[in-house]
C-alpha cells in the first residue's frame, strides 16, 4: 500500500507557529500560511486511526480548482501552490463562524427534520418533505468554528447579536455564499452531479473579506448523481452520494457516532484501500480528469524541498 500522510514537522525559517488541524497542518510564517493537505481523515469531529492515501494531494488539488473558479465572485487566500499537497497563502483573520448551505434536506439537517424540529439555525424549513428533498430554495444554517469538539449550530440573529461578525459583514458573507454555491452547482450539473450542501470559511486580510481554506471538495460537500436523483427520489430509494458520507457510514454500521463511550472501529487494510479508491472516484467524477497518483515513496521529503523552493 502507498505510504499516507499521517503528520508533518517541517522546519522553516522564520517559522512562528504550526497548528494541526483534522486534516491539515498549518505553518505560520509572518503574514503567510503554508496550508499541508495531510492523508488524515476525520468524522464525527475525531480524527480516524488510519490516513487515506492520496486524499489530502485530491483535497487540495479540487480545492485550488474551485477556489480558482469563484476568484471573480470574491477574492481568495491562495498564492502558490507548489506541490500537490500544499498551498501557501495569505495569513487572514478568521471569521468564527462557517457558513454552512444547503440545496437538499440531508444529513445533519434531515437528522434535525427527522426528529421533528422545523427550524434550523433560525431558518423555517417546509413540513411535509423527506429525506433528500430540494429545499424551494437554499438555506444558510451557520456554525461555530470551534478550535476543539463540536462546531455548533447558530442563527444569524445570535452572530450578530453577539458581536460575533458585524451585521454589513455577515449580510456580505450571505451574499458570497449563495453565489459561491450557485457557481459551484451551474459546475456541477455540467458534470452531472448535484451540489447538496457545502461549507465556507472567510477571513480579512488588510480589510478586505478573502475566502480561505478549500471549497467544493468531497470533505467539505455532498454530492449527488442528478441523472438518477429524481427516479431515486420518486421510488423512496437512498441517494448515491458523492462525499465522504461513505465514511461515517461505515463508523455507525460498526457502533460509532462521536458518543461518549464508543470507540473508534478497527480500520483494516481493505477499508482504508477502499476509502482511498473512493476518494480517487470522487476527484474523477467532480473534476472530470483522470487522477494522477504522486509518487510517495518520500513523499515527506518532497513536500517540504518543494516549500522551501518557494520560501
Known amino acids: 500500500m502507498e505510504k499516507a500522510i499521517k503528520a508533518t514537522n517541517f522546519n522553516f525559517p522564520k517559522l512562528s507557529k504550526k497548528y494541526e488541524g483534522k486534516v491539515r497542518d498549518v505553518y505560520h510564517l509572518n503574514n503567510k500560511l503554508i496550508m499541508v493537505v495531510t492523508d488524515r481523515i476525520s468524522a464525527f469531529d475525531y480524527v ?3 490516513a487515506i492515501p492520496f486524499k489530502g494531494q485530491i483535497l487540495n488539488q479540487i480545492a485550488k480548482k474551485f477556489l480558482t473558479m469563484t476568484e471573480d465572485i470574491v477574492p481568495n487566500w491562495i498564492e502558490s501552490v507548489p506541490d500537490p499537497n500544499v498551498t501557501i497563502g495569505k495569513n487572514c483573520e478568521t471569521f468564527p463562524v462557517e457558513m454552512v448551505i444547503r440545496g437538499y434536506l440531508t444529513g445533519h439537517a434531515w437528522r434535525e427534520y427527522k426528529s421533528g424540529k422545523r427550524k434550523l439555525c433560525g431558518v423555517d424549513m417546509p413540513d411535509g418533505m423527506k429525506e433528500h428533498d430540494k429545499f424551494p430554495n437554499p438555506i444558510i444554517t451557520p456554525t461555530t468554528k470551534a478550535q476543539v469538539g463540536h ?25 458570497y455564499t449563495y453565489k459561491i454555491f450557485e457557481r459551484g452547482s451551474e459546475y456541477a450539473k455540467s458534470k452531472n452531479l448535484l451540489l447538496v450542501d457545502t461549507k465556507y470559511e472567510f477571513g480579512k ?9 478549500e471549497i467544493h471538495t468531497p470533505d467539505s460537500s455532498r454530492y449527488f448523481y442528478a441523472d438518477t436523483y429524481e427516479e431515486l427520489q420518486n421510488s423512496d430509494k437512498n441517494q448515491k ?4 458520507e461513505f465514511i461515517r457510514e461505515w463508523l455507525i454500521e460498526n457502533g460509532f457516532q462521536g458518543k461518549d463511550g464508543q470507540k473508534i472501529p478497527k480500520m483494516s487494510d481493505e477499508i482504508v484501500k477502499s476509502a482511498s479508491e473512493r476518494y480517487i472516484e470522487l476527484y474523477e467524477n467532480i473534476v472530470g480528469e483522470k487522477f494522477v497518483k504522486r509518487n510517495t515513496t518520500n513523499i515527506l521529503e518532497e513536500i517540504e524541498s518543494n516549500i522551501k523552493l518557494v520560501i
Do not use: A, H
Open 48 to 50: 480516524l486511526p488510519r
Open 151 to 175: 462546531d455548533e449550530d447558530i442563527s444569524k440573529e445570535k452572530i450578530i447579536n453577539s458581536c460575533l461578525v458585524s451585521k454589513s459583514e455577515y449580510e456580505k458573507l450571505e451574499e
Open 241 to 244: 452520494q458523492l462525499s465522504k
Open 205 to 213: 486580510f488588510n480589510g478586505e473579506i478573502i475566502l480561505i481554506d
